[in-house]
């Protein structure tokens, strides 16, 4: 096993914890910039301008400015600013985000457009509704992909989902569906909001009379208290996070990092047993409880799964196969590139055949592409949404940016590749990471961050895939427990 500190294991947590319970709204945009028009402005009863504490445990750590207009076509224009100042494995790091959203006058949303940047990397986003399609746009400029989305009908954005609800005008211990569009995954799900009981909070000084509204998305609650013009004045969601309306210069009132939570730590999972060596570990036998196993993958391969009692059995390498060997059809979709997985793009290609040469075997390009990236990939925390030609060029990131970033380089050779995402050991504490499962005759998982084939039987694979597949672990995050039973 690689000599690795603690802090050089990141898992996916935070950044999904963020990009839903702040209202990210993401979409992926190839072709000339489309410009959205946006229609002029009308009066509005709710107030144009409202800004948001963001907090960990009462630590303040962000601040959102929004602004709302009633458009003079029955629309609405959003806009929103993010900026906060995140602890992730002992370091700050500062995140601004920026969302520009039109709304239809059921909340679902028409068109958007999304910033995100952080120390080492960005991300531009922008689409829109056309009929029965979602019109996506994604990446930096000269360089943004397009993809165009199905749609039945017309989805909510994250975001805005307890406006939806408000819109409807549910009555007390009433639930109602909704579509929504996590623009950060591509991925539409459904979303289930309750509206509970009213409640009298207190906010900027005064006991405001709300409606409460708690959605279960993926089996992680959030909470919203809204006020009788549908302004979201309270919301709060896993991990300690919540956010609060304020003054503007309440808001302008800087942060107190001294005392801030680490995230990281904050999402791990304490382990009962020690273990000293886990490299040299060939099963292990972990009892799981307190989650809804709907919607993970704890069963199949190298894992099996019965009455709570996962076992993880290490995987052997096979015997090496000839270039051309025949694999099944069916896995040829794990060679299809993806937005944030670009295998056909010529970068990749490039750096691809620069590591392997034209005789290796799969399992040859499988060590020398996971040995690459794990010598050239700095391993240090990044806020973004991962995609593999940021990597290779900033050479980069976390658990998240070696496995897009081995994915797109194993792909672009030949080798069918996924995501599997869970959690790792390191130190006492089950961490949240990403690696990556390649087939060379059979399954067999890598993990770049350690150099590991296949990777350690204390990777505990939870989902597999990318983008929406990755959205059930909120509904772990904060519950999951785990006991070691045993291992040899």
Request: aromatic share 8%.
């Amino acid at each position: 096993m690689a000599k690795i500190k603690w802090n050089m294991v990141w898992g996916i947590g935070i950044t999904l914890v963020f990009l839903v319970l702040l209202a990210v709204r993401l979409d992926l945009f190839k072709n000339q910039p489309v410009t959205i028009p946006l229609s002029p402005k009308a009066e509005t009863a709710r107030q144009p301008e409202s800004w948001m504490n963001i907090y960990q445990n009462r630590n303040k750590i962000g601040v959102i400015r929004r602004t709302f207009h009633a458009l003079d076509n029955g629309r609405f224009q959003t806009t929103e600013n993010v900026t906060m100042q995140i602890n992730t494995m002992g370091i700050t790091q500062a995140l601004h985000i920026y969302t520009e959203t039109e709304l239809n006058s059921d909340m679902t949303f028409s068109s958007f457009n999304f910033q995100l940047n952080s120390s080492l990397f960005r991300f531009n986003a922008r689409g829109y509704i056309n009929k029965d399609k979602l019109i996506l746009y994604a990446g930096l400029p000269h360089e943004e992909e397009k993809t165009i989305l199905p749609i039945g009908d017309v989805p909510h954005i994250s975001g805005n989902i307890y406006e939806a609800a408000f819109q409807t005008g549910l009555e007390k211990d009433q639930t109602s569906s909704f579509s929504i569009f996590d623009p950060s995954t591509l991925g539409i799900r459904k979303i289930s909001v309750t509206r509970n009981a009213d409640e009298v909070i207190p906010i900027m000084g005064k006991r405001v009379l709300t409606q409460r509204f708690c959605a279960d998305f993926m089996g992680a609650k959030n909470c919203a208290w809204l006020a009788k013009d549908g302004e979201v004045l309270k919301e709060s969601g896993i991990l300690g996070l919540s956010m609060e309306k304020v003054s503007a210069e309440q808001a302008r009132v800087g942060f107190v990092m001294d005392n801030a939570v680490d995230f990281t730590q904050v999402a791990s999972i304490p382990s009962n047993q020690k273990l000293t060596d886990p490299a040299r570990l060939t099963e292990i036998t972990i009892k799981i409880s307190n989650i809804n196993h709907s919607g993970l993958i704890l069963n199949g391969g190298r894992q099996k799964f019965h009455q709570n009692l996962l076992t993880i059995t290490r995987e052997l390498i096979p015997a090496e196969t000839t270039p051309d060997t025949k694999m099944p059809p069916v896995f040829r979709q794990f060679l299809k590139p993806s937005p944030l997985v670009q295998s056909d793009h010529p970068k990749i290609k490039a750096a691809a055949e620069n590591i392997v040469s034209p005789g290796d075997s799969p399992s040859d390009k499988m060590r020398k592409i996971v040995a690459w990236v794990y010598k050239n990939i700095q391993k240090k925390p990044v806020l973004s949404v991962p995609n593999a030609l940021e990597v290779l060029k900033n050479r980069t990131g976390d658990c998240n940016e070696h496995a897009v970033l081995t994915a797109a380089l194993l792909r672009s050779v030949g080798v069918p590749t996924q995501i599997e995402t869970g959690l790792v050991y390191l130190n006492g504490r089950f961490y949240y990471h990403a690696w990556n499962l390649a087939y060379v005759g059979q399954w067999v998982t890598a993990d770049a961050v350690f150099n590991q084939i296949p990777a350690d039987v204390t990777h505990i694979r939870l989902v597999r895939g990318e983008g929406s597949q990755q959205l059930d672990l909120l509904g772990v995050m904060g519950k999951i427990k785990l006991e070691v039973i045993s291992t040899r």
